[in-house]
């Protein structure tokens, strides 16, 4: 299946929108008044259902790796077949190809028009309530609940006059059910301390379960965490320490000077992490034992529970309950402090790896976000720190080092100041992009200004029905209302 490239807006038109994993989406140019050359194809009922009939509900084992889910959610998209088959995610549903000679994927006017995702429970029913595309990564990654359900509301034309059809497709991600846990005899607990915050980042990042790396699994090295039969829940706490010992032993009153939301430079924090065991499962029945008398079968980062004050154990009536205690260094002011300046281009990852790693505004490694290898993306920022690093902002929030990219100007794609066009004159031809495929023109408005999210992909062709002039001296094409194509290499036109 082809894969195509968008550059969507991050609320306004100067920003970068949320990009997805591995490839990114074009979107089409709205048709208006004026139409796509005349060799383009249009689509009927059965191309579509071949389209649809490619994927299939996906059940994975429980200790599957998913792929993560990069599709904006939401009504009113815009997004092509294409790019909605080569998401990680849907992809992975994917139990056929779909014929590639005259198919829905490959129609003109062929768009997603909405992509829904809910929530599934356990007895497998559909919660109502819509999920942000965060919420389906951090459920999917932390095998929350039954898993979820992504909706696909989808058009199409039968011929250039026909009003478009329109239908849904529902493909059901969930888990394999666990096979029950009749004893456990040993726990082995494991999860990540210290770790490492940027000086001024934000205390609540830390609270997101996102952020957690705990590990629980029992003497045949089964992981529970995840289990619902097993851990009904795993809780970062809202309360920082400045000590160690105040974080054992205490659960309700931090200490620690975060009042500001944010971390001080040079400070060390402790935070509680409590994992919960289900009423009754085979794993409470465990924990209540040991909180009696530690046997040396329940161990902590690979230290007996007999020998630590950390992980420490409380039988309850709900389920048993265990607490580790993380250590939080918030680092030097210096090391965290960024200029951030203005760019105007596209960065292309590598390809030494399949896919590298995005940060967040506070500099830290996302989960369950990443760039494919060799995919362009537009930036409008970029930032250096005091240690020299250096980052591109390809989406709000996310940066890719430098190293993992190569950046390039755009090939002068937004040369025009933005003055305007002016010597319009009305003509009757087609503008042909004549590049490899994979080659992608930008499109400028009637100020002679570069769209953040709109392209061409060469090769095409597209009727035009003015031409113009920019400030930069340069010829413009029209192929729809408000839509200029720049000529240059790589475009002809008769």
Known sequence: MKKSIKYAGIAAATLLAVAPVAAPVVSTVSETTVKAATNATYTNAADANVWLNQFADKTYATDAKIPSFGLTVGNNQSLSADAVASDPLIKDAQVSTANENNTFAKATDT???SVQVYAIDANGNVDSSAMSQSDVNTRLAN?????????LGYS????ADAAAATGTKTINFKYAKAAATTSVTKAAATYTTPISVEAGSKVANTQLQSSLNVSLKDQNGKELVGNTDEVASVTPSNQYFTTLKAAEVSATKGDADVTSGTFKANTTYYQRITLKATKGSALDTYL??????????YTINGISYANTNNGAIVAATDGATVTFVRTINAGSTEAAGWTTTDTTGVVTTKTAHNYYTLKNDDNQTIANRALGANTPWRTDKVRTNANGEKQYRVATGEWIDADDVVYSNGNDNNSNNGSGLTDIKTVSGVATLTKAKGYF???FN??????DNKYLGSPSAWRVDRTAKGADGKTYYRVATSEWLQAGEGVSFK
């Open 446 to 451: 009637d100020e002679g200004k570069a769209y």
């Open 288 to 297: 209540a034992a040991q909180a009696k008398t530690a046997d040396g079968s």
């Open 156 to 159: 199409y034309k039968t011929s």
């Open 111 to 113: 768009k997603i028009t």
């Open 441 to 443: 023109m930008a499109l």
């Open 143 to 151: 095998r929350l609940g039954g898993g979820v359900q992504v909706q």
